[in-house]
């Protein structure tokens, strides 16, 4: 292991969501299962930007007009912009400017300073999202996400609704705390979350630091069972893996949801307000593929946290974790229909 990563490690050491939710939903999207859209292990965006916004350097792509209304596409771990390969043409199809950003520790992301935390905790990814859209003078956008990506729109969602004109996520309701994380699971839903406890120990972290591209493969491959990806598609994604800074931030999220690691004190009030929940009021449609493998809770269970315009939504045939990238068409309807609620 690195000298840096060791470095980072002891800067980090001191973090999940209680598996907060990921959805399922009442009307019926349907989905062809484990299929490819054609040529989308080879596709990529054209080009990527990078703007400075708060403490980092973000890279992100763009694509359809500039005067358009503004939607940003937020990925989870361990993916990354490419979830949104099929997505994000369909939606700049329509008219809407599109922004997909490598979320910190992906990609072309980078933290300005050296010896600025790798932190990883649920609030500072809603923090980069206000930041990004400053840099980019957007005053609203629909947030869509999934995993981290989709906790990190909850949370602009519910913290800055002035910002966010909708929100549409896959899997629920997102927002946890570090109380909540502590609260035992039924067994299946520990099992499923296997990783979040061998990335606890420092066996865990050396582990994922060395076999980073096959752990994050089966995580691939346990949360979207039905997903017949290939190994191009996989690795288009896995080279967003090597930013310098993923292995610190992704042990620290998870260490950071368990309390093991400590967060940044200038987020301690928003993170204390995410504790208790807040509900979300803007328009809401949230997703679910009927073959998530990694941990959600049911719709119902969430459903009362959307107080706005709200509709749920599964997403069928062998659709898992990955949605965007598994069923780009019910995503992208998603987006397009959720300013109409």
């Keep these: 292991m690195s000298h840096s990563f060791n470095t980072q490690r002891r800067r980090l050491l001191g973090g999940t969501s209680a598996l907060a939710g990921l959805a399922f939903l ?35 792509a763009e694509l359809g007009p500039a005067t358009g209304p503004a939607v940003i596409l937020l990925h989870g771990w361990p993916h990354d912009i490419h979830s949104f390969i099929d997505v994000a043409p369909m939606l700049a199809s329509e008219g809407w400017r599109v922004i997909v950003p490598y979320l910190r ?11 600025a935390p790798r932190n990883g905790q649920q609030s500072v990814f809603a923090a980069d999202i206000i930041a990004l859209m ?22 602009v969602a519910a913290e800055w609704p002035e910002r966010c004109r909708a929100l549409v996520c896959a899997s629920g309701y997102l927002i946890g705390s570090q109380a909540a994380y502590r609260k035992p699971l039924p067994p299946q839903a520990e099992l499923q979350a296997w990783f979040l406890y061998y990335l606890a120990t420092e066996r865990g972290a050396e582990g994922y630091a060395k076999y980073r591209d096959d752990f994050n493969r089966l995580v691939w491959q346990n949360a979207s069972p039905q ?19 993923h292995v610190a931030i992704v042990i620290h999220n998870y260490r950071w949801r368990l309390g093991l690691a400590q967060g940044e004190a200038r987020y301690d009030d928003l ?19 009927d073959a998530n493998g990694a941990p ?16 749920h939504r599964n997403v069928s045939g062998g659709i898992g974790h990955n949605l965007p990238q598994e069923a780009p068409r ?12």
């Design 134 to 155: 400053d840099a980019l003078k957007i005053d609203n956008a629909v947030l869509a996400g999934f995993d981290w990506g989709g906790r990190a729109a909850n949370i």
């Design 227 to 245: 997903f017949k990806f290939d190994d191009a598609t996989y690795q288009r994604t896995a080279k967003s893996f090597d930013n310098p800074d």
């Design 26 to 60: 009442s009307a019926s999207a349907p989905a062809l299962a484990g299929t490819l859209p054609p040529n989308a292990s080879s596709a990529s965006f054209e080009a990527i930007r990078q703007i400075e916004a708060g403490g980092l350097s973000i890279g992100y």
């Design 105 to 115: 520790g992906y990609g072309s992301t980078r933290l300005l300073s050296a010896d």
């Design 296 to 311: 959600h809770s049911p719709p119902a269970a969430y459903a009362g946290k959307f107080t706005g315009k709200y509709r």
């Design 271 to 289: 993170e204390r307000r995410l504790a208790l929940a807040p509900t979300i009021g803007v328009p809401t449609i949230t997703l679910e593929g």
């Design 330 to 341: 019910a995503f992208a309807d998603a987006v397009l229909q959720v300013v109409t609620l």
